[in-house]
């Protein structure tokens, strides 16, 4: 099979490594019907991966096949654990890079959550742009407006002093063009910041976490590549490495000059990334039996449910159970997500009060997020239900 070129260094030969045919394009876009779930469209997911600059993209993404509406919903801040996180890393940028009275423009804002906080610890005026965006056009009395589209190289009037992008760049084919709008958009503002958080391609191989990968992530980053990447689009690059518990990565950057040169030779870390996939290769058949081996067994013993159906746990469904005999549910805080079905296997999902109904009794749990854990056992505890809910 011929690859097509890596996307961030043109190199013309990468290697397929891993291959999953008709999986559903989207993750994050619950069906109001088991039926409409079941047909949702599929593509294939040829994971490629890059020796040149260590860069892993789907070889065979389709971005034709995915459809950015306000159906599609990812909103992470039902968790108080992840509340907590946005709001120290919106203090942490407002302190570092003294944010007040300033122009935030967030790139694939979301519900606006992230922009509203940013805004809200450093009186900023905010503008958020996302084709998914549902709400008032402004909030904040009118400090924080909303544009229901794409960020182009176009938007040049707003001037931002910072331009955070959290958990967009994964979604696109061709992560330089997007880096070269807002390089273009940010002009000769060289003080301007910005932002990206992307999830980290180590923490997925490290943890043999086979329900990470998946179509609507068509493009997953080191720290090193992703810095990369920036310096080739017209970037100084302050700072890039984990966040969130290593499950994210994180990189803090500001414009080069105009006419600068982009970064030189391709990330020497790059090669060294092959061993870790080939590792990961190694070990994720016998984790996928460990965790089907889990499912057997809560089933026999009088039923499996996931908690988390976002992508993980749709994933790991569709992968594990794609005929929807073995799982019975899966459970999310997520009031959006509930009383609808998991794209590919049309898995019910249910909040987690239907656990104390008599149809919701199952004999164990599997929890897809290691650090919702926690808060998610104190869910149960305080529901007065003793239920094993393991880590996968």
Not at 144 to 159: K, L
Request: hydrophobic share 35%.
């Amino acid at each position: 099979m011929t690859m097509r070129a890596c996307p961030l260094c043109a190199n013309p030969f990468p290697r397929l490594f891993l291959e999953r045919r008709g999986v559903p394009v989207h993750q994050n876009r619950a069906c109001p019907s088991a039926e409409e779930a079941r047909q949702f469209r599929r593509g294939d997911l040829l994971l490629t991966f890059c020796s040149g600059c260590g860069f892993v993209f789907n070889s065979a993404f389709d971005p034709g096949c995915l459809s950015y509406s306000a159906a599609y919903e990812n909103t992470q801040t039902c968790s108080p654990y992840f509340r907590q996180y946005l709001s120290k890393l919106a203090s942490s940028l407002v302190t570092k890079y003294d944010l007040r009275d300033k122009v935030v423009v967030e790139v694939g804002c979301g519900k606006g959550d992230f922009l509203r906080e940013v805004c809200k610890d450093g009186r900023n005026r905010g503008i958020g742009f996302d084709p998914t965006y549902v709400g008032p056009e402004t909030l904040e009395g009118g400090a924080v407006q909303f544009v229901r589209d794409f960020y182009d190289s176009q938007q040049t009037q707003f001037a931002p002093d910072l331009v955070c992008c959290r958990h967009v760049i994964e979604h696109l084919q061709s992560p330089l063009e997007m880096l070269r709008a807002v390089r273009q958009a940010i002009g000769d503002r060289l003080n301007s910041t910005v932002f990206f958080e992307t999830p980290a391609l180590p923490w997925t191989l490290n943890s043999f976490a086979f329900w990470d990968l998946f179509y609507e992530h068509c493009s997953y980053f080191t720290a090193e590549s992703l810095a990369w990447a920036f310096e080739q689009t017209g970037f100084h690059v302050i700072e890039a490495g984990p966040a969130f518990d290593e499950q994210y990565l994180h990189i803090e950057a500001r414009p080069a000059p105009s006419g600068g040169s982009p970064g030189g030779s391709h990330p020497r870390s790059a090669p060294e990334l092959w061993p870790k996939i080939q590792a990961f290769l190694a070990g994720v058949e016998q984790r996928m039996r460990a965790c089907e081996e889990k499912i057997t067994t809560f089933s026999r013993a009088g039923g499996c449910a996931i908690w988390g159906a976002a992508a993980k746990g749709a994933t790991l469904a569709n992968v594990l159970d794609p005929q929807n005999q073995r799982i019975r549910f899966l459970i999310d805080i997520n009031p959006a997500k509930q009383g609808k079905y998991v794209p590919g296997t049309g898995h019910p999902i249910l909040p987690p009060e239907h656990l104390r109904d008599r149809t919701g009794r199952v004999a164990g749990i599997l929890n897809m997020n290691p650090s919702y854990l926690e808060e998610n056992r104190i869910i149960l505890s305080q529901m007065g239900l003793d239920i094993p809910i393991v880590q996968l």
